[in-house]
């Protein structure tokens, strides 16, 4: 059993899922895929849910990581 929240915003979607306080899984992928099994990510973290959740937060909600944003630039 697990908890399972999904988030769309921006260009990306958070998936995040609990299967207990230590062990969680986030996960940010494109809009364009399932949700439950993507084929593509941007970025995914697993261990303890406290870490994981608090990683997932410091993610900025308007660029995929890994992606070089400079403020005020036009997305590609």
């Not at 608090?54 to 995929?64: E, F, G, M, S, T």
């Amino acid at each position: 059993m697990a908890v399972v929240g999904v988030r769309a915003h921006d260009d990306v979607i958070d998936v995040v899922e609990i299967l207990g306080e230590d062990e969680a899984v986030a996960t940010r992928m494109p809009p364009d895929q399932d949700v439950l099994a993507p084929r593509r990510i941007h970025w995914r973290e697993q261990g303890p849910a406290s870490v994981v959740l608090a990683r997932l937060l410091l993610l900025a909600d308007d660029h995929v990581p890994g992606k070089l944003h400079l403020p005020g630039s036009a997305s590609a």
